[in-house]
């Protein structure tokens, strides 16, 4: 059985790369691109609706997706936990699923994955983020999600130590850990978290090379499990078994896709 998608979003980068996936897969078929101009009833006769717009326009689009029944799969960035939790309600009373995803690389979900498994062995952790000088939100929706899992595996440990955050300077402050946004050109996107305690420090970094090849196999895994989903789901790691214990997130079969193309990532302790 083919599903019916509609991509909002589907002339941008990321949208572009989803639409390529999808034409590739012989049961998903797009139906329909819309921008942030068009109807939402257009939406109407698709089993899927695949969010990669703006961070403006991303909460009318999952809005408008549940208001009819339509499961949702959100690459936009911009969605916290905070605003995750303003569309909670709709999708646990639609009887709908809203499958959130703040960065489609394997790569990346290992690396927030390994940031959290360290999190509790380190007072001090920053993050610093970069990527391309048209991105129009800070800090990345891979960054928040980054921090949110570092406090979640801290809820013991409590929040991290970030000295003078009253100052600017200092970066914005997501669950307690400073981030630090770069907007520059000649990068794609580029994550590190530096994690110190007494005496070291251990810094975890990844980089996305060739978005095409690092996105495609995440965006298949996604697509697949966004179609069946029930209520909200934030994180690909919820879909595969990293082998590191995520908090808050239940392990699933592993996947094989081949590898982690069109990006490095890397662990460095000093």
Do not use: C
Request: net charge negative; aromatic share 4%.
């Amino acid at each position: 059985m083919t599903t019916r998608v509609a991509l909002v979003g589907g002339t941008g980068r990321l949208g572009s790369i989803i639409r390529t996936v999808v034409d590739q897969l012989d049961d998903f078929e797009v139906i329909a691109v819309l921008g942030s101009g068009s109807d939402w009833d257009d939406l109407s006769g698709a089993d899927l609706v695949v969010d990669a717009s703006t961070p403006a326009v991303s909460i009318d689009v999952v809005r408008a997706a549940i208001e009819r029944g339509i499961n949702v799969l959100v690459g936009t960035s911009g969605w916290s936990s905070e605003r995750v939790a303003l569309v909670r309600p709709l999708v646990d009373a639609g009887g709908t699923g809203a499958v959130f995803i703040p960065n489609f690389s394997l790569g990346s979900v290992l690396g927030s994955a390994l940031s959290a498994a360290a999190a509790p062995f380190f007072p001090s952790i920053e993050i610093v983020e970069a990527h391309r000088e048209t991105k129009v939100d800070s800090p990345s929706g891979t960054a928040v999600r980054t921090a949110e899992l570092i406090a979640a595996a801290r809820a013991d440990a409590g929040p991290v130590e970030s000295p003078h955050v009253d100052q600017r300077a200092r970066g914005q402050q997501v669950a307690s850990v400073p981030i630090h946004s770069l907007r520059r050109p000649g990068v794609v996107a580029r994550q590190e978290v530096i994690l110190a305690g007494a005496g070291e420090s251990l810094t975890i970094t990844h980089d996305t090379i060739e978005p095409a090849t690092a996105y495609a196999p995440g965006i298949r895994l996604a697509l697949q499990a966004a179609r069946a989903a029930r209520g909200v789901t934030i994180g690909l790691e919820n879909f595969i078994d990293i082998g590191i214990r995520v908090p808050g997130t239940p392990g699933a079969a592993p996947v094989d896709d081949g590898g982690v193309p069109g990006q490095v990532a890397r662990a460095t302790g000093a």
